[in-house]
């Protein structure tokens, strides 16, 4: 963050409060107050990473969000799915604290990250929050209900067991983290290591790794953003206009360069039905992210026509975080296995030609306009707003103005977002049709 | 619970089931907030139409426009309007898609509403995705055949199923004079494309309908974009034929469990007690565990509601189920207590804003209240009037149910 904030950020401005820094950050210069670089006033952030406030008087509910940089990466080596477990037990914590209201409660527990996302009416969002604080850091945590968790996963696993989508799953994974590394595990763990887990390890683990200052909170929807900055901080918010706005406390390091210069393919030969390809490009982290969410809308609407096209059962195109803290630009594919290389190089030509290409004036107007669309209905819901903004935080320091940032994509932006992209980790999945396409991973 | 439009597989407009519940609620007082979001600030309605409702959104990117056209149908044309829902649909999604945006149509009990969602700088474009969407069906033979075989496959498999059998016996008792919105053996084995058409003719005048507009969008991009959508105006509108269709003979169900119901109309559809009813009487047969199933479903028709008990069972079990679905409200009534109102009340109030907390929800719920009685304060009128039910009138209003003779339908081995 403290690499992209100088270049995207005019007005950030960092000061120390009470042993933490606390940044305020003008998104939009229209609609937010600046504050003057010689007298910083920065904001306090009630002890938490960053938090940050999405009020819509059109809203009918709240969406509370905590993302906490830790997951089943972080897991003892043992203990494979501790985290899952513990983001499973809080959560039914919070569904006890919160007995009486209709709040919804998830978790989403991956390899780096846990999120936390409570649904609320506007009444409520107060309660819901202290429910959420008090069970993430403080509350006792019921052993019956981690009991309830683990055996409820462990029927998940018994029904996947032998799939081999999950062996797809797996190399893919270690494919972009690392054979050794514990990211590239499954965060749910495996049958015999949730039986280890105790009720000890989720409170080492919550003591260890869910820390009020390395996690960020948003709230977003029908909350009153004085009524937010006063519960969060115990005092007002410092500027009156701004939407959305924000504090944060401490930037964190970002990485110095992608996560890999040099590209791979690794073929593995199994004797199943389908196939499955894996594309990963690493994305240079000093890129700005909506252009590079743009070259993803790009990539999507070449690949992910409708009707499909022949030979493809489903795709996932996304930026995946890496455990390197910067981000992968991954396609995923089910073909069949007929269809194996030629779906393997349409992914690679497609990406490629993005890589470098200046668009025309026209066709970029045209595509920005249809990325545009598919992006702000993709927030239009007060828990994807919040999430959204909670992982902008996270990542950059800040919320994104995203229909201001959307309308200042330019050919340059773009080109460049598309020449960040590295050379690709490609991991290919099915029978061996031909003879000789590869050979079993030992 | 769910609330759950109507779908290809539902036969009675919007259909609430309730089966099975998470948690315990409780009661909220009544927030102004959301309440003002399902206000409209502004109410046009043009001489030549459509009628314009806009709800307050200032500032916000995204912006879901529902066009509402209202339609009865006769005996012989029933499912003439899903499928020119369905045709309006894929014609408006052709055109979304050149830019990116989202589109639901749908059938409800008073007609066809489409709803398109997209940034609110393209709303003159949202406007001409809307326009595609009520057009003349004159050159849509191919998805005509298709929309046409989709449905009558519908109807099939609620014929084929004793859940939908006995479904369709009460809401046939329910509604005499109302055919099933999804339509019937008899009328979309004679369906054209040429009846499509005339009910297109006859419904879709731009007078007629009306525009929810959940976004920050002028007006006068409103007007301008609207004028003369739709089909020519005509001087006179005439009703759908009351003529009758005959039926082929029904497919028998395959039957293994006992299956029994009953429903009760409620003539004030806008009662939000029915709702709540249905709720507490799902909790109460919830609480019984006994060996059997049992659910209750409220139905929405263009005129009224109806609340129905329906259970299957094992024929062992069968007189212990059929006493639980005749003695349900009776249950109910005993056991209520203001508590498990609030609570049930909580439910239906969260289970709304949820479900309006997108823009495209939002639109949804204003425009269906305004459906049903024309009112474009309805959905507020809504949620303020959940706060008025209390145990004691729900009491009343599950006594008077109580006290009326059921439709009673039963599907055997």
Same mark, same amino acid.
């Given at each position: ?20 820094? %606390? ?68 959560? #039914? ?29 506007? #009444? ?6 202290? %429910? ?68 000890? #390890? ?19 929807? %029908? ?25 944060? %406390? ?42 590079? !969410?743009?070259?993803?809308h790009r990539?999507r609407s070449e690949l992910m026509t409708d009707p499909p096209a022949?030979?493809l059962?489903s795709m996932?195109i ?48 045209f595509h920005?306009r249809t990325f545009r669309n598919v992006r702000l209905v993709e927030d239009a819901t007060?828990?994807? !707003? ?45 029978? #061996? ?10 | 619970?769910?609330?759950r439009p109507r779908g290809r597989n ?40 459509p ?11 995204v912006v879901s426009m529902r066009l509402f056209i209202?339609l ?7 499912g003439a309007g899903e499928v020119l829902e369905s045709l309006g649909t894929e014609s408006a999604r052709a055109v979304a898609t050149q830019v990116g945006a989202s589109v639901e149509g749908a059938r409800t009990?008073?007609g066809i509403a489409y709803t398109v969602t997209g940034a609110a700088s393209d709303a003159d474009f949202l406007a001409f995705v809307l326009r595609s969407a009520v057009q003349d069906p004159f050159d849509r033979r191919v998805d005509f055949v298709q929309a046409l075989a989709a449905l009558?496959a519908d109807?099939?498999?609620?014929? *084929?199923?004793? =859940? ?17 919105l999804g ?10 494309l040429?009846?499509v058409r005339?009910l297109w003719?006859?419904t879709h005048?731009?007078?007629?309908m009306?525009l929810v507009v959940a976004g920050?969008v ?7 974009a609207f004028?003369?959508i739709g089909a ?28 029994? =119901? ?12 029915? *709702? ?43 007189? *212990? ?33 949820? =479900?309006?907390?997108s823009p495209a929800g939002?639109a949804a719920?204003?425009g ?41 339908? *039963?599907?055997?081995?």
């Amino acid at each position: 963050m403290a690499r992209v904030l100088p270049r995207i950020c005019a007005a950030l401005v960092l000061a120390t409060l009470h042993g933490e820094v %606390a940044a305020q950050v003008a998104p939009d210069s229209s609609a937010v107050d600046r504050v003057p670089a010689a007298e910083p006033t920065p904001p306090p952030t009630g002890g938490w990473g960053a938090y940050g406030v999405m009020s819509h008087s059109w809203s009918t509910v709240a969406a509370l969000t905590v993302v906490l940089p830790a997951g089943g990466a972080q897991d003892p080596e043992d203990r494979g799915g501790t985290a899952w477990l513990l983001g499973n037990t809080v959560r #039914d914590a919070v569904v006890q604290r919160l007995e009486g209201s209709t709040a919804e409660v998830t978790v989403r527990v991956g390899r780096g990250h846990t999120v936390y996302q409570v649904l609320t009416s506007p #009444d409520d969002w107060e309660p819901a929050y202290d %429910a959420l604080e008090d069970a993430l850091f403080e509350g006792t945590l019921d052993p019956r209900d981690l009991d309830r968790d683990r055996v409820s996963l462990q029927a998940v696993m018994a029904f996947e067991a032998g799939a081999p989508v999950r062996e797809f799953e797996l190399e893919a994974y270690r494919a972009l983290g690392g054979q050794a590394s514990s990211w590239s595990r499954d965060p749910r763990g495996t049958s015999a290591s949730l039986t280890n887990v105790t009720a000890a #390890d989720l409170a080492t683990y919550r003591s260890r790794h869910y820390a009020r200052e390395g996690a960020v909170f948003t709230i977003a929807g %029908a909350a009153d953003a004085d009524q937010v900055a006063r519960a969060v901080t115990g005092q007002p918010r410092a500027s009156a206009s701004g939407r959305p706005f924000f504090g944060v %406390a401490e930037p964190r390091s970002a990485p110095d360069g992608p996560a890999w210069i040099e590209g791979e393919r690794i073929r593995l030969v199994r004797d199943v039905t389908s196939g499955w390809i894996s594309a990963a490009f690493p994305v240079d982290p000093a890129t700005p992210r909506t252009p590079v !969410e743009f070259i993803v809308h790009r990539v999507r609407s070449e690949l992910m026509t409708d009707p499909p096209a022949p030979g493809l059962f489903s795709m996932e195109i996304e930026l995946q975080p890496l455990p390197t803290g910067d981000d992968a630009l991954v396609v995923r594919a089910a073909v069949l296995p007929d269809a194996l290389g030629s779906w393997e190089r349409r992914i690679l030509e497609t990406t490629a030609r993005m890589a470098g290409e200046l668009l025309e004036p026209g066709f970029l107007q045209f595509h920005r306009r249809t990325f545009r669309n598919v992006r702000l209905v993709e927030d239009a819901t007060p828990e994807a !707003e919040g999430l959204r903004g909670a992982l902008d935080l996270l990542r950059d320091g800040r919320i994104r103005d995203l229909p201001t940032e959307i309308r200042s994509l330019d050919g340059a932006s773009v080109q460049q977002a598309g020449a960040s992209l590295g050379p690709p980790r490609v991991l290919v999945l099915g029978p #061996d049709l031909a003879g000789g396409a590869g050979s079993p991973r030992p | 619970m769910t609330h759950r439009p109507r779908g290809r597989n539902g036969f009675a407009g919007l259909c609430l089931i309730l089966t099975s519940f998470g948690g315990t609620l409780s009661a909220q007082e009544t927030d102004p907030r959301p309440a003002d979001a399902l206000t409209p600030d502004t109410v046009l309605t043009p001489q030549l139409g459509p009628r314009i409702v806009r709800l307050p959104t200032p500032g916000a990117p995204v912006v879901s426009m529902r066009l509402f056209i209202p339609l009865r149908e006769g005996p012989a044309e029933a499912g003439a309007g899903e499928v020119l829902e369905s045709l309006g649909t894929e014609s408006a999604r052709a055109v979304a898609t050149q830019v990116g945006a989202s589109v639901e149509g749908a059938r409800t009990p008073w007609g066809i509403a489409y709803t398109v969602t997209g940034a609110a700088s393209d709303a003159d474009f949202l406007a001409f995705v809307l326009r595609s969407a009520v057009q003349d069906p004159f050159d849509r033979r191919v998805d005509f055949v298709q929309a046409l075989a989709a449905l009558e496959a519908d109807v099939q498999r609620l014929q *084929e199923t004793p =859940g939908g059998r006995i479904a369709a016996r009460l809401r046939e008792q329910a509604a005499p004079s109302t055919p099933p919105l999804g339509g019937t053996r008899g009328s979309l084995g004679r369906m054209t494309l040429a009846d499509v058409r005339a009910l297109w003719s006859r419904t879709h005048q731009a007078d007629r309908m009306t525009l929810v507009v959940a976004g920050d969008v002028p007006l006068e991009i409103l007007l301008s974009a609207f004028q003369s959508i739709g089909a020519p105006a005509m001087g006179t509108v005439f009703g759908p034929s009351e003529a009758a269709v005959s039926q082929p003979s029904r497919p028998a169900p395959q039957v293994i469990r006992h299956w029994y =119901g009953e429903a009760r109309v409620v003539v004030d559809a806008s009662d939000p007690r029915t *709702e709540v009813s249905a709720l507490l009487v799902s909790r109460a047969l919830q609480a019984s565990n006994g060996r059997y199933e049992a659910e209750v479903q409220v139905w929405q028709l263009p005129e009224a509601k109806v609340l129905a008990v329906i259970g299957a069972a094992y024929t062992r079990n069968r007189q *212990e189920m059929i006493r639980r679905v005749q003695g349900a409200i009776s249950e109910t009534i005993a056991g209520l207590d203001e508590s498990s109102v609030r609570d049930a009340v909580s439910r239906i109030r969260s289970d709304l804003l949820m =479900g309006a907390r997108s823009p495209a929800g939002r639109a949804a719920l204003v425009g269906l209240r305004m459906e049903a009685d024309g009112n474009a304060t309805g959905a507020r009128e809504l949620i303020t009037a959940l706060d008025s039910v209390t145990a004691e009138s729900v009491r009343d209003f599950l006594q008077a149910q109580a006290g009326t003779n059921p439709l009673l339908a *039963e599907v055997r081995p």
